[in-house]
């Protein structure tokens, strides 16, 4: 792409600017229906995954990025570049690498597919590095689908889409009521909530059904009472022979997940 293609942008005041500084905040990536994903290897994720609609590159990262611009020119995405300052005013890293995409922010209301799938829910979990390990956990593990509530972290914000390491393009994020939408998938699914005093260890769990949901709950409140008390919910517990009380929210999940892998059911 040559240089003229390049469109530059030199204000802080400028409206398309502070528009993309809006996607910061979680209201701005709710009202504007986008998301920043800040760097190298995001922003290449999110060209693989055609997720992104604007390419923002530092003035003097124009040169480090070549692979980049060429892919958002072939998939006719406009490219913006922007002083140091300007550049930075959209970052939530300290000092970002020059190069970020305004991607598309998916429809998390959107209904839930029918068929059974392998899925996690977070119910209440805040931390949006747990929220983003998981994600990138169910990637890596070859699941379907994340299911959050509304006081689960926002997975699009930056420090959940960092920790997700780009599985956030790949795995889909429904956000849900959901005892109801639990109570919903029980005929079909095997419900796991980990819970500090789960009745049954969890390598002992029963597996019958064609879907599996493991059920992550909030770093230390644990899983609510809502959802705890849906009916046919299997209430499981992590072994723990050591003196730790507890283990973080996303490490649990990961062993949960994981061994599904292991035992294929």
Same mark, same amino acid.
């Given at each position: 792409?040559?240089?003229?293609?390049?469109?530059?942008?030199?204000?802080?005041?400028?409206?398309?600017?502070?528009?993309?500084?809006?996607?910061?905040? @979680?209201?701005?990536?709710?009202?504007?229906?986008?998301?920043?994903?800040?760097?190298? @290897?995001?922003?290449?994720?999110?060209?693989?995954?055609?997720?992104?609609?604007?390419?923002?590159?530092?003035?003097?990262?124009?040169?480090?990025?070549?692979?980049?611009?060429?892919?958002?020119?072939?998939?006719?995405?406009?490219?913006?570049?922007?002083?140091?300052?300007?550049?930075?005013?959209?970052?939530?890293?300290?000092?970002?690498?020059?190069?970020?995409?305004?991607?598309?922010?998916?429809?998390?209301?959107?209904?839930?597919?029918?068929? %059974?799938?392998?899925?996690?829910?977070?119910?209440?979990?805040?931390? %949006?590095?747990?929220?983003?390990?998981?994600?990138?956990?169910?990637?890596?593990?070859?699941?379907?689908?994340?299911?959050?509530?509304?006081?689960?972290?926002?997975?699009?914000?930056?420090?959940?889409?960092?920790?997700?390491?780009?599985?956030?393009?790949?795995?889909?994020?429904?956000?849900?009521?959901?005892?109801?939408?639990?109570?919903?998938?029980?005929?079909?699914?095997?419900?796991?909530?980990?819970?500090?005093?789960?009745?049954?260890?969890?390598?002992?769990?029963?597996?019958?059904? %064609?879907?599996?949901?493991?059920?992550?709950?909030?770093?230390?409140?644990?899983?609510?009472?809502?959802?705890?008390?849906?009916?046919?919910?299997?209430?499981?517990?992590?072994?723990?022979?050591?003196?730790?009380?507890?283990?973080?929210?996303?490490?649990?999940?990961?062993?949960?997940?994981?061994?599904?892998?292991?035992?294929?059911?």
């Amino acid at each position: 792409m040559s240089m003229k293609e390049i469109i530059r942008l030199t204000s802080m005041q400028n409206p398309q600017v502070k528009l993309w500084r809006a996607l910061r905040e @979680h209201k701005g990536r709710e009202e504007q229906h986008l998301f920043i994903a800040e760097g190298d @290897h995001l922003t290449g994720e999110a060209l693989n995954a055609h997720a992104a609609q604007t390419l923002l590159i530092a003035d003097e990262a124009l040169d480090r990025f070549p692979q980049h611009i060429t892919a958002a020119q072939e998939q006719g995405i406009s490219v913006y570049a922007l002083p140091g300052h300007v550049f930075t005013s959209l970052c939530d890293t300290k000092t970002p690498q020059g190069v970020c995409a305004v991607c598309h922010l998916p429809d998390m209301d959107r209904e839930i597919p029918e068929k %059974p799938l392998k899925v996690a829910a977070l119910d209440g979990v805040q931390d %949006p590095g747990n929220v983003g390990t998981v994600l990138r956990t169910l990637d890596a593990a070859g699941f379907d689908a994340l299911l959050i509530n509304d006081r689960t972290a926002d997975p699009y914000g930056p420090k959940a889409l960092r920790a997700s390491m780009g599985a956030v393009f790949r795995i889909p994020v429904y956000r849900c009521d959901l005892p109801g939408t639990l109570a919903g998938m029980v005929k079909e699914y095997d419900l796991y909530a980990g819970l500090l005093d789960g009745s049954t260890p969890f390598f002992e769990r029963q597996r019958s059904k %064609p879907g599996v949901c493991v059920i992550i709950g909030n770093e230390g409140a644990g899983i609510s009472k809502e959802v705890a008390s849906v009916p046919g919910l299997q209430k499981v517990r992590l072994p723990m022979e050591g003196g730790a009380e507890s283990l973080n929210a996303s490490v649990a999940g990961a062993i949960m997940i994981y061994d599904i892998v292991r035992c294929g059911k």
